[in-house]
């Protein structure tokens, strides 16, 4: 299996975002994770699409954008004209989920739907046809550097069994560093959000371990 690897900005410095943006590009990364919350559905308050959209500007990497947002449908139309490649939406925000699909597709992005801590996976089946990716949150969403919920594992295991033979990437996110890598990976995850570890410390270094701990 290909495992990806996608950096999160919301760990980066923001004081020097096109600096750790390029390093994480120039370091082999597959995706640059974009973290998007509004104040609402988490309490914590990142970007929108301007920001996004300048950030498009200066690096190339595919952009994986996260909406933590309480009405995606409003933003998604924005979030795909600033650059935005992959965007997932949570299946507990107050949208209407196939619509926001539809409106994802529509632009020609990649659709994916997004499950916290305490959601349970059936909430997705009816939609498994449409999507690209999933996302299992391995922390409950809102803040960086949270520690790892060690039940997400037999989560990650059941939903790689939901997804069959069917092109869906499995992303995971929370709490992913040179412990919990192999654990994740193991359980059928496929592609990786990691925000403290990676950006703690020499990327070029913290990308290669990653793929070393990936390929034993």
Known sequence: MNIKIAPS???ADFANLER???EVEKNGADYLHVDIMDGHFVPNITIGPDQVAQLRKVVDIPFDVHLMITEPLKYIDQ??????????????SDGDIQACLDAIVKKGVRPGLVVSPDTSLTVIEPYLDQ????????VY?????QSYIPASTAKIRACRQMIGN????????????FN??????????????SGSCLFKGDMKENIGQFRKIIQR
């Open 9 to 11: 900005m919301l760990s």
């Open 20 to 22: 750790d943006l390029k």
């Open 79 to 92: 979030f795909a004209d600033a650059g935005a490649d992959i965007i997932t939406v949570h299946v507990e």
């Open 131 to 138: 999507l690209r990716m999933i996302l299992i949150m391995c």
């Open 141 to 145: 969403p809102g803040f960086g550097g």
């Open 166 to 177: 069917r092109n869906i990437d499995l992303q995971v996110d929370g709490g992913i560093n």
């Open 180 to 193: 919990t890598l192999t654990e994740v990976v193991a359980a059928g995850a496929n592609v990786v959000v």
